[in-house]
């Protein structure tokens, strides 16, 4: 069908590679200092061979925002704690919490 208006299949692919990889790269480096966080909640979902676990964050204001997600072979312990301690701490999501596994349930 896209023939049928002059574009060709691997020009769309391109623009949609290109295009979602600036969203990615917009979603990965955004600050998130401008609110207090409560809660930071994991969730994966397996797709073909492959899980993607997304991190959900909840603001003092009841906002739920994305903070990030990591496309891994499953959802283990390993994964998951390196996850929400990348999130808490390139996005100075929480500077001043314990992401550490000492406390909390990420031990």
Do not use: H, Y
Not at 26 to 39: I, P, Y
Not at 85 to 106: E, I, K, L, N, Y
Request: with cysteine; glycine share 6%; hydrophobic share 40%.
């Amino acid at each position: 069908m896209p023939a049928a208006f002059g574009l060709a299949k691997t020009r769309v692919s391109r623009r949609f590679i290109r295009t979602s990889a600036r969203a990615l790269r917009q979603l990965t480096e955004r600050r998130l200092d401008d609110a207090e966080w409560l809660v930071l909640v994991l969730d994966g979902k397996t797709f073909a061979q492959d899980a993607i676990v997304i991190a959900l964050g909840v603001t003092r204001t009841g906002e739920k925002r994305l903070l990030g997600l990591v496309q891994t072979a499953s959802e283990n312990k390993r994964v998951c704690q390196a996850f929400a301690r990348r999130c808490a701490t390139s996005s100075a999501m929480c500077p001043s919490s314990d992401v550490s596994g000492t406390s909390g349930r990420m031990s």
